[in-house]
C-alpha cells in the first residue's frame, strides 16, 4: 500500500470464502491478513471494499469507505464453504469500482484478490482497477498455480501471504 494521492485511494479486497480455503486454515490466515490490510488502509485514510465470495455467489461486506472500526469482529461471521465463483466475485468487484470511478475519477483504485485459485471461473480484470494485486494462498504438495497465471494474465502481481506479512 502507498501513500493516499490528491484523489485518495480505494483498496477493494476480493476474498475467497470457498470450500477449498478453509481447508489448512487458509480463510483464517486471509482474515488475519485483511485485519492488518484495513488497519494500513485506515492509518493513510484511505477506502477499503470487502467482497466475499464463495457456495453460489458473492456479496459486498463493507464500503467503500475509510475503515474507522475495523477489527476482527467484523470478519468473524464470515464462513467458508461450498463452490469458488470467482467470477461472481470479480463482477461484483467490477461494479464497486466502475461506480468509484465515476464518483472519484481521479482516485486510484487497488484490486486485491485474496485466494488459493482453486476455481475453474473465468473473468476479466476489471478496467477501473489501476493495481491489482493476487494474493495466493495456496499451500500443498500439488500445486495448480492457477494464481500465478491469472496474475499474469491480467498484467498484475501475485504475492503470498508472508510477503505481505513481513
Same mark, same amino acid.
Given at each position: 500500500?502507498?501513500?493516499?494521492?490528491?484523489g485518495?485511494?480505494?483498496?477493494?479486497?476480493?476474498?475467497?470464502c470457498?470450500?477449498?480455503?478453509?481447508?489448512?486454515?487458509?480463510?483464517?490466515?486471509?482474515?488475519?491478513?485483511?485485519?492488518?490490510?484495513?488497519?494500513?488502509a485506515?492509518?493513510?485514510?484511505?477506502?477499503?471494499?470487502?467482497?466475499?465470495?464463495?457456495g453460489?455467489?458473492?456479496?459486498?461486506r463493507?464500503?467503500? +469507505?475509510?475503515?474507522?472500526?475495523?477489527?476482527? *469482529? =467484523? $470478519?468473524?461471521?464470515?464462513?467458508? !464453504?461450498?463452490? /469458488?465463483p470467482? &467470477?461472481?466475485?470479480?463482477?461484483?468487484?467490477?461494479?464497486?469500482?466502475?461506480?468509484? +470511478?465515476?464518483?472519484?475519477?481521479?482516485?486510484? *483504485? =487497488? $484490486?486485491?484478490?485474496?485466494?488459493? !485459485?482453486?476455481? /475453474?471461473?473465468? &473473468?476479466?480484470r476489471?478496467?477501473?482497477?489501476?493495481e491489482?494485486?493476487?494474493?495466493?494462498?495456496?499451500?500443498?504438495?500439488?500445486?495448480?498455480g492457477?494464481?500465478?497465471?491469472?496474475?499474469?494474465?491480467?498484467?498484475?502481481?501475485?504475492?503470498?501471504?508472508e510477503?505481505?506479512?513481513?
Amino acid at each position: 500500500m502507498r501513500e493516499t494521492p490528491s484523489g485518495g485511494v480505494l483498496h477493494c479486497f476480493v476474498l475467497d470464502c470457498s470450500g477449498s480455503m478453509l481447508a489448512g486454515q487458509r480463510l483464517a490466515l486471509a482474515k488475519g491478513l485483511l485485519i492488518a490490510l484495513f488497519d494500513r488502509a485506515s492509518a493513510m485514510r484511505a477506502e477499503a471494499a470487502l467482497i466475499c465470495f464463495g457456495g453460489a455467489g458473492a456479496d459486498l461486506r463493507f464500503g467503500p +469507505a475509510v475503515p474507522r472500526w475495523w477489527n476482527e *469482529r =467484523w $470478519l468473524e461471521p464470515v464462513g467458508g !464453504g461450498g463452490g /469458488t465463483p470467482f &467470477a461472481a466475485g470479480i463482477r461484483h468487484a467490477t461494479q464497486l469500482l466502475g461506480r468509484s +470511478a465515476r464518483r472519484n475519477p481521479a482516485q486510484q *483504485r =487497488w $484490486l486485491w484478490v485474496l485466494t488459493d !485459485g482453486r476455481t /475453474t471461473d473465468q &473473468a476479466t480484470r476489471p478496467l477501473d482497477a489501476d493495481e491489482v494485486v493476487f494474493v495466493d494462498f495456496e499451500r500443498g504438495a500439488i500445486r495448480l498455480g492457477r494464481c500465478e497465471r491469472m496474475a499474469s494474465a491480467w498484467g498484475a502481481r501475485r504475492v503470498t501471504p508472508e510477503e505481505l506479512i513481513g
